[in-house]
């Protein structure tokens, strides 16, 4: 086994001790009735997440020449793609009565991209375009809620296609890269804009979770499952030394997000309700 082998278990096993400290406070917050649904979908989905990473270490450990088949990892992690997505549309159902187009044709465009990008480097059609659907119906929640809950304004959302429009056609131009020095320049380049799109992430979480207000809780919950779904496809797009350390920001993703699902409001009390509230509740 080689050392980047070594440095990858290690910091999968890292990720795999955080994911469990998320996984029994999350669970914590499903017993009470009160911090709604959302805390039972993501328990599920870091649980999911668990078994993903698990699957990597024990692979990498057994066969660490051999590049990885379609595998169990990918079905989990995909499995946790779709709880987020089932827990989101629980807390965001009154806000997504109407279709947002603009987030549907960026959804598109932006898993298009990826998906072209990963059949390029693996060749596996089929797989990569299974697997890139969840993925494109995650985005599509994520950018309409960001707008809609004002967690991101249209400027910040333009401000953050930029990095994104300069990274996909940095990408591409690495394809026909055949000088090593010059690869590694673009590699260094693209990581750097990755992980500055990763801290303007961050903040604006870590921002919203400071906030007092009742909104800011579900706004830091947006934001920070984007952060998270952002860092996964950062970790797609880089190998060797880069992806253990792309593991490394993906894994602080992860406190970041429980502390959001702690500040969700939940579901209101029956005392809390107006009169129409308790009608409508009573009818469905």
């Known amino acids: 086994m080689g050392y980047l082998a070594v440095l990858e278990n290690i910091m999968m096993a890292l990720q795999v001790v955080v994911l469990i400290f998320v996984i029994v406070f ?54 946790a793609l ?47 375009i299974v697997f890139g ?15 809609r809950s004002g967690a991101m304004s ?8 930029m990095p994104c429009t300069v990274l996909f056609l940095l990408h591409v131009f690495q394809i026909f890269v055949t000088k090593p020095l010059l690869g590694s320049a673009l590699d260094a380049t693209c990581f750097a804009l990755e992980i500055g799109v990763t801290e303007w992430f961050f903040w604006k979480t870590w921002q919203n979770l400071q906030n007092k207000e009742k909104e800011s809780g579900e706004r830091a919950l947006y934001l920070s ?29 992860l406190p970041l997000m429980l502390a959001a699902v702690k500040r969700l409001p939940g579901d209101k009390k029956p005392e809390e309700m107006n009169p129409g509230e308790k009608k409508e509740q009573g009818e469905s």
Do not use: H
Request: net charge negative; hydrophobic share 55%; proline share 3%.
């Open 26 to 79: 999350s669970a914590g917050l499903m017993k009470k009735a009160e911090n709604g649904a959302f805390p039972a979908f993501f328990t599920f989905a870091m649980l999911s997440y668990l078994l993903s990473d698990l699957y990597i270490i024990i692979y990498t450990f057994l066969r660490p020449e051999d590049r990885m088949p379609f595998a169990a990892d990918e079905i989990a992690e995909c499995a």
């Open 82 to 128: 779709l709880l987020l997505i089932a827990g989101i549309e629980a807390i965001s159902k009154e806000q997504r009565k109407t279709v947002s187009f603009g987030s549907l044709i960026f959804s598109l465009l932006f898993t298009s991209a990826n998906i072209a990008l990963w059949i390029v480097w693996s060749g596996e059609w089929v797989q990569d």
């Open 133 to 147: 659907l969840p993925y494109f119906y995650l985005i599509y929640l994520l950018v309409a809620m960001l707008k």
């Open 154 to 161: 249209e400027t910040e959302m333009i401000a953050t296609l």
């Open 225 to 253: 499952v984007t952060a998270l779904l952002w860092t996964v496809l950062v970790c797609y797009m880089n190998g060797g030394v880069l992806y253990v350390a792309a593991v490394g920001v993906n894994t602080m993703t």
